[in-house]
């Protein structure tokens, strides 16, 4: 008898991508599957597609926004708060300098009836509030003005005339990493009152990271100079180096010239600022190519708009093509270095 030719089995072929998924058990995703990152594009397009690279104001990202004072910093966060509101989203300001100005908010875009002003003892409880927003998806920006600002609970119950110890010195960066910790790594987070369940986001999750969420965070810092330094950095941002981490996208700020007109008052010849060039360097961008710039003209009532290419081109701002070369000549990795140098001694006849 002949014997029936044995039937071969056929392999099955694993595709080495689902083995890999298989092996971490539901805990990952493909590249591809990834959510989009949203943007809410301005109305300077140098902003859009070249400072922040990937078309407007991102979100689910945290940002740092960095420069030494009477520069714009606040100026630029309140004109981004406008933009948002246009678009009809909903900005959060921590202002824990009390320095916002209604009328000057509205000169910069934005909708006082709109925006909410948060009220706050302490660091702590500031960003408890910030998790409480971006758990439950209340608004699209939360900015804090500024950094410096927010005193840790230690330092505010601190007994006049006490010595400060080593533990309440370093209370400040100690608060900040845990809240950048929990922002990256996810946190719970639940309302206040008896029997209150953890706050859930759409997924039906219990942790919250931000870059799951739609809420994006400004965080405006100071650019401060280090002592005695030769060689290396010679500024750095106050509140530990998390928020160097923690952020997607860092912009550091120069004022490169005031602009100034003659007006007679009583009689007497005056000089009145018309406006003030400011540049915009994208020091860290995640979501785009980096050392991205912009320069935009900033006006006392906290309007702004795009520097003309001819301004660029002028004698009068020549200063600003030197500027720039500067970081070339050092390389890009030491933009912060070079900060210091690009800073012109002079100052504002705005706040901002």
Same mark, same amino acid.
């Given at each position: 008898?002949?014997?029936?030719?044995?039937?071969?089995?056929?392999?099955? !072929?694993?595709?080495?991508?689902?083995?890999?998924?298989?092996?971490?058990?539901?805990?990952?995703?493909?590249?591809?599957?990834?959510?989009? !990152?949203?943007?809410?594009?301005?109305?300077?397009?140098?902003?859009?597609e070249?400072?922040?690279?990937?078309?407007?104001?991102p979100?689910?990202?945290?940002?740092?926004?960095?420069?030494?004072?009477?520069?714009?910093?606040?100026?630029?966060? +309140?004109?981004?708060?406008?933009?948002?509101?246009?678009?009809?989203?909903?900005?959060?300001?921590?202002?824990?300098e009390?320095?916002?100005?209604?009328?000057?908010?509205?000169?910069?875009?934005?909708?006082?009836?709109?925006?909410?002003?948060?009220?706050?003892?302490?660091? $702590?409880?500031?960003?408890?509030?910030?998790?409480?927003?971006?758990?439950?998806?209340?608004v699209?920006?939360?900015?804090?003005?500024?950094?410096?600002?927010?005193?840790?609970?230690?330092?505010?119950?601190?007994?006049?005339?006490?010595?400060?110890t080593?533990?309440?010195?370093?209370?400040?960066?100690?608060?900040?990493?845990?809240?950048?910790?929990?922002?990256?790594?996810?946190?719970?987070?639940?309302?206040?009152?008896?029997?209150?369940?953890?706050?859930?986001?759409?997924?039906?999750?219990?942790?919250?990271? !931000? +870059?799951?969420?739609n809420?994006?965070?400004?965080?405006?810092?100071?650019?401060?100079d280090?002592?005695?330094?030769?060689?290396?950095?010679?500024?750095?941002?106050?509140g530990?180096?998390?928020i160097?981490?923690?952020?997607s996208?860092?912009?550091?700020?120069?004022?490169?010239?005031?602009?100034?007109?003659?007006?007679?008052?009583?009689?007497?010849?005056?000089?009145?600022?018309q406006?003030?060039?400011?540049?915009? !360097?994208?020091?860290?961008?995640?979501?785009?190519?980096p050392?991205?710039?912009?320069?935009?003209?900033?006006?006392?009532?906290?309007?702004?708009?795009?520097?003309?290419?001819?301004?660029?081109?002028?004698?009068?701002?020549?200063?600003?093509?030197?500027?720039t070369?500067a970081?070339?000549?050092?390389?890009?990795?030491d933009? $912060?270095?070079?900060?210091e140098?690009?800073?012109?001694?002079?100052?504002?006849?705005? $706040?901002?």
């Amino acid at each position: 008898m002949v014997e029936k030719a044995k039937k071969k089995k056929k392999k099955k !072929v694993i595709n080495p991508i689902d083995n890999a998924l298989a092996v971490l058990d539901g805990a990952g995703i493909k590249a591809s599957q990834r959510r989009e !990152v949203l943007v809410i594009p301005t109305d300077i397009e140098t902003i859009n597609e070249i400072l922040f690279a990937c078309g407007g104001l991102p979100l689910g990202k945290v940002i740092e926004l960095y420069a030494k004072e009477s520069v714009g910093k606040s100026t630029f966060a +309140y004109w981004l708060a406008g933009q948002v509101q246009k678009r009809d989203g909903i900005v959060a300001l921590f202002d824990a300098e009390g320095a916002y100005v209604p009328e000057y908010g509205a000169g910069c875009g934005i909708d006082n009836d709109k925006l909410i002003l948060p009220e706050f003892n302490h660091g $702590e409880e500031a960003l408890s509030q910030m998790k409480m927003l971006l758990a439950t998806g209340s608004v699209d920006l939360i900015i804090a003005d500024a950094m410096p600002a927010f005193q840790p609970l230690i330092n505010v119950d601190q007994v006049v005339g006490e010595k400060r110890t080593m533990n309440k010195s370093l209370a400040r960066a100690k608060m900040y990493t845990d809240f950048f910790n929990d922002l990256m790594g996810g946190f719970r987070i639940k309302r206040k009152g008896k029997n209150e369940k953890y706050i859930k986001n759409s997924a039906g999750k219990e942790k919250h990271k !931000v +870059y799951e969420t739609n809420t994006s965070f400004i965080f405006i810092n100071h650019a401060k100079d280090r002592v005695g330094v030769v060689y290396g950095e010679r500024t750095y941002t106050p509140g530990g180096d998390s928020i160097n981490f923690a952020s997607s996208l860092r912009f550091g700020m120069v004022k490169k010239k005031k602009v100034q007109k003659e007006k007679k008052v009583r009689g007497e010849k005056v000089k009145i600022l018309q406006y003030k060039l400011v540049r915009i !360097v994208a020091a860290k961008n995640k979501l785009g190519i980096p050392f991205g710039e912009a320069i935009i003209k900033m006006f006392p009532d906290g309007h702004i708009e795009p520097a003309s290419p001819e301004e660029w081109d002028s004698e009068e701002v020549g200063e600003i093509e030197e500027s720039t070369e500067a970081i070339d000549d050092f390389g890009k990795d030491d933009f $912060e270095d070079d900060f210091e140098d690009d800073v012109v001694e002079e100052e504002d006849e705005f $706040e901002g």
